[in-house]
């Protein structure tokens, strides 16, 4: 009697430890984890995709582990306003849109384009930055003093931009060289392994004014005026609060805050669609 009440203690005592077992998870990622915004009461947090090496809109602080840049200030100022907490996760720009078709991600912000093509599948915010497209080249090269100059050059972009299919469009002539990340252009051309490099003007001169040491330069005028968009799931019913959020913001100065912070005075009123 005595062994079988001890058992039946025993086969109690293992059945809650197996009970708690089952209830605990792996919640680690590899994105920016932890890092949250807003109203920790809401209890609505959502996932961020970004880019994770757009300067100076995102990239990783390697001393800090945090992703740093303005669209990641303006993500978080944004969160803050409107409630909820962000958990920031970063990959290959591709990654980024292909999570917004897909529904993985919540949200994406990573210096997007708003374009025709992209709103057919996933949704955009209200412009938030405008942008454009510029050429840079060798500091010494005289030979490409803008577009028109591109015919039998290799130029390079990244993969999966406004850029890749500018040049595509426009200089049918042009050999286009692209490449998984920006970085890896430039220093192609710096090197001499291409001619010219096409992309954002804001990340080409950033690149050009602090790490091209002087051996790069911009040519020509800025092409085909863009600007971007926070990226969410079609349908998502987040999109007119961060619409609201990101007008507050510019309403009430913490947008110009952000942009003096990262580029100086701003230059350009960022106003609703119509």
């Not at 025709?116 to 915010?125: C, M, N, P, Q």
């Amino acid at each position: 009697m005595k062994k079988t009440k001890f058992g039946f203690i025993l086969s109690t005592i293992l059945f809650i430890i197996l009970l708690a077992g089952c209830g605990s998870s792996d919640d680690s990622s590899s994105g920016d984890s932890g890092d949250s915004s807003g109203d920790s009461d809401s209890g609505s947090k959502y996932t961020v995709a970004t880019d994770n090496n757009f300067v100076p809109f995102e990239s990783m602080n390697e001393d800090t582990g945090k992703m740093e840049g303005f669209d990641m200030d303006l993500i978080r100022a944004i969160a803050d306003e409107a409630g909820f907490d962000i958990d920031i996760q970063s990959m290959k720009f591709d990654g980024v849109v292909a999570g917004m078709q897909s529904d993985r991600f919540d949200i994406g912000i990573a210096g997007m384009t708003i374009t025709d093509k992209r709103k057919e599948t996933i949704d955009f915010s209200d412009p938030y930055y405008d942008a454009g497209l510029i050429i840079a080249v060798q500091d010494g090269n005289n030979d490409i003093k803008s577009e028109d100059d591109l015919a039998g050059k290799k130029v390079g972009t990244r993969s999966g931009t406004t850029s890749e299919d500018y040049l595509d469009k426009n200089h049918p002539d042009a050999e286009v060289v692209t490449f998984p990340g920006i970085v890896e252009a430039y220093m192609d051309l710096q090197s001499g392994r291409v001619d010219a490099v096409m992309y954002d003007v804001p990340n080409v001169k950033y690149y050009v004014n602090h790490d091209a040491k002087g051996k790069l330069k911009t040519v020509g005028d800025v092409l085909q005026g863009e600007q971007y968009g926070i990226a969410f799931p079609k349908g998502s019913e987040l999109t007119p609060d961060v619409n609201d959020a990101l007008q507050t913001l510019i309403d009430n100065g913490k947008y110009d805050d952000i942009y003096e912070k990262w580029f100086g005075e701003r230059k350009y009123d960022t106003k609703k669609s119509e």
